[in-house]
């Protein structure tokens, strides 16, 4: 349920709010810390309860006691126990010891492809300040903190809604969101997270996949010239990212470099962009060699060369013979760019602007989730 409160001129921001009950603001999220190892570290800052899948008491861990976890038989093996399932439960508000790190909630050890996995069952917003932390740092702008809070939250909650059907919500990488547990929380990041509790953003009242980048290199992408299916709200829009340390960069490689990580071609003679996105893109580029011509996609080729984007060219120089790669930017380009909201930011634009520049046609809402 969301009622509409104020119209916003500036972009055409709509924000909508709705009162909520502090019950209503929880929510949990299920994030893979480790998946598919053959031992799993865990420990408890607190005392800490151990259950099996159903909830029944199997024991008590003592507080910085740290025990291993393993596959056995089918089954979850935490010292002198045994079950298809194990929960750690620290005890008042204490943090869980999950591989190398801290963190908020609880864990549940589970057995999966022969191997463990443990997901680290935490509240959002106590998941979000550590996430801010990691994708941006906690001394940044508030304002660009609070944009990226209300991106991550949102972000987070579409993959939950869309993944209900699995074991777990998100992962703790790059692939959804990187996620640092204790370590990656500071007091900016909890600040930013708090000032825009619950808020999310939608569109036709339904949450909005909010992806985002490091830097888009002057201008952000379509998102189907990225993916797949086009949306209304993830458009190309100008960038404000050209104080960012990966607006613009160089890489340079021999032949053979270049020809051992293209495979299929020969000895490497040009690379020619086929086609590009509007804003300039490599989306698949011919690749000319001794040994033949083959088309690969620009993300292809922009991971078998370790580049930071697929907005890139290609030259050679003839005096060395090497290839020399420029680019712009850092990440697949679409949505908010980071580093455009740190420049917004200091610039003196609130994150409701910032949002509704990277989000075209959006609500800004604060939900009620059941």
Known sequence: MIRPLQRYGWLSLLLWL?????????????VAITTDSNQIKVGSSTPATVRDGSG????????????VAQSASGQVSLSQWKAGQIWVEPSQNGKVWIGDNWY????????????????????LD???????????????????????????????????????????????????????????????????????????????????????????????????????????????????????????WTRTFSTNDLSNRISGVGQISSMTPERTSAFGSVISMRVVGSGGTRTISGEQIARALGLRSTRFRVDRNNASGNFVVTGRGFGHGVGLSQWGAYSLANAGYNYQQILAHYYRNTTLARIQVQ
């Open 18 to 30: 709705l009162m909520m009950s502090p019950a209503a603001a929880s929510v949990l999220m299920r």
């Open 56 to 67: 029944r008491v199997l024991g008590q861990i003592p507080n910085m006691g740290a025990t």
């Open 126 to 248: 106590q998941y979000l300040y550590s996430v801010l932390g990691a994708e941006m740092g906690g001394n940044w702008p508030q304002e660009a903190l609070k944009a990226q809070a209300v991106a991550a939250r949102t972000y987070a909650l579409y993959k939950r809604q869309n993944n209900s059907s699995q074991i777990y919500d998100l992962g703790d990488t790059q692939t959804y969101q990187v996620y640092r547990g204790v370590s990656g929380e500071s007091p900016g990041t909890q600040t930013a997270v708090r000032a825009t509790a619950g808020q999310v953003l939608t569109y036709n009242g339904r949450v909005i996949l909010a992806v985002f980048h490091s830097s888009s290199g002057g201008h952000t992408e379509n998102v189907e010239d990225v993916w797949e299916n086009p949306l209304p709200y993830l458009r190309g829009v100008p960038d404000f990212d050209s104080g960012s340390p990966v607006f613009e």
């Open 104 to 123: 908020r909630g609880r864990v549940l050890l589970v057995q999966r492809n022969g191997g463990l996995m443990a997901i680290n069952y935490v509240d």
